[in-house]
């Protein structure tokens, strides 16, 4: 087989997880026909297939540099594929070989005496005293943007960070997307990637949503974030060379680190602090109606609340390897992520549902910032966007970046 043949093969048995996980195929816009065909098939004879793909895949010795590594990157997601199959058959893994199974990464390992000493830099800076997570609660308030202004400022982050990205990235004439607000998930936000550009971006509303997570979402699910790295992966690889590979996304494989990584780290490319600030300050926060004149302290102490990120990966692989119940899970979360009962409860539920994926956004985050920042003279911007944009356009899985 070829690599062109090995790569649509991958797209059809990727396509034909999807019968027995409806949130495997997370995006799809190659050929109508492959789609349909799918039906359901046993999964042993999925294992097999994938087996047969990965064997043919180490038998292609390829010349040039560019399907070399076109070649490694299947390698591993034909390799997760085979991972996820064996896990809906029933295989169990702990969660670090799970993650390594499925991401090709692995968390760092931390306890709660990491976590201990960034709690008490918070003690300092957030007013009030006693219990650090009633404290933050009752200061978050202020913070909340009201329902009948959501729509207003979300929409104005999202314009803003498309306009920042399109001074950088050359996108598409018809690119495009709608906001649409849910209820009931477990996710604060999805970019459902449509193909031809198109993206629907979901934001979900079962909860207040804070000033900061306005430009958070608008950059991590739109620009330059996951719309952004589908259209290019549509426009430059499928459309521009036939690398059919790209035309399907499977949400547990070693891309979302990487998607995830780069759409958390996105954040930072288009909006650099101070420049965060400013607009902020001038935009966003007149908009929802809160003060500005309280802007510089809620980010300080967002910057320390944004350290303990790895306290989520903590208590998820403690509580998916057995070693706590779910009660204690949310209890860890409400003393080490900070977050209340009730966005406790939902991650927990996040959790349950996409196990270790939970290390796509804060290891993916560091991983491609460490990547990118590495190839980047300091202070250079213009540059940052243009290594940004090639990871992007040429993906590379953890284990490639790390090169």
């Known amino acids: 087989m070829t690599l062109n043949e090995i790569a649509a093969a991958y797209v059809k048995l990727v396509l034909a997880v999807g019968p027995h996980d409806s949130s ?20 042993p004879d999925l294992i097999l297939q994938a087996d047969q793909l990965i064997q043919d895949l180490k038998t292609l010795e390829l010349a040039s540099e560019d399907q070399q590594l076109r070649q490694e990157f299947l390698a591993l997601q034909l390799g997760a594929v085979h991972a996820y199959l064996q896990q809906l058959n029933g295989t169990r893994r702990s969660f670090d070989d799970e993650s ?9 390992t931390l306890s709660e005496t990491d976590f201990d000493l960034i709690l008490a830099e918070l003690d300092q800076l957030l007013p009030g005293t ?55 998930q477990v996710w604060s936000a999805y970019n459902w990637y449509k193909g031809n550009s198109y993206s629907l971006i979901q934001v979900n509303t079962d909860f207040p949503m804070f000033i900061s997570r306005a430009i958070d979402l608008a950059s991590h699910e739109g620009y330059p974030g996951h719309h952004v790295f589908n259209l290019l992966l549509e426009q430059q690889l499928v459309n521009a060379k036939g690398w059919m590979e790209h035309c399907v996304y499977p949400l547990y494989s070693p891309m979302s680190l990487l998607a995830e990584g780069s759409a958390n780290y996105g954040i930072q490319v288009a909006f650099p602090p101070d420049e965060r600030l400013a607009f902020e300050k001038e ?17 300080q102490i967002q910057a320390v609340l944004q350290k303990l990120s790895y306290a989520g990966n903590m208590v998820a692989q403690r509580y998916l390897d057995g070693e706590i119940e779910r009660p204690a899970a949310i209890a860890l979360l409400m003393k080490y992520a900070l ?42 911007q213009s540059q940052r966007w243009q290594v940004f944009a090639d990871l992007l356009s040429h993906p590379k899985t953890a284990s490639m970046m790390a090169k």
């Open 24 to 43: 495997y195929v997370d995006a799809y816009y190659g050929p109508p026909e492959w789609q349909t065909e799918t039906k359901k098939v046993p999964l």
């Open 100 to 108: 390594k199974a499925l991401y090709d990464a692995t968390s760092p």
């Open 130 to 184: 006693g219990d650090l997570n009633a404290r933050l609660s009752h200061y978050n308030r202020e913070f909340e943007i009201p329902v009948d202004k959501l729509d207003l400022v979300f929409s104005a982050a999202i314009k803003e960070s498309r306009t920042r990205t399109k001074k950088y990235i050359s996108l598409p004439e018809q690119e495009d997307f709608e906001i649409e607000y849910v209820k009931d």
């Open 283 to 299: 935009v966003l926060f007149p908009l929802a109606g809160i003060n500005p004149d309280h802007a510089e302290l809620y980010y």
């Open 339 to 380: 977050s209340d009962e009730q966005r406790s409860t939902q991650r927990i539920a996040f959790i349950e549902k996409n196990r270790s994926y939970v290390i796509n956004y804060n290891l993916g985050q560091d991983m491609v910032q460490d990547y990118i920042e590495k190839r980047t003279q300091a202070g250079d």
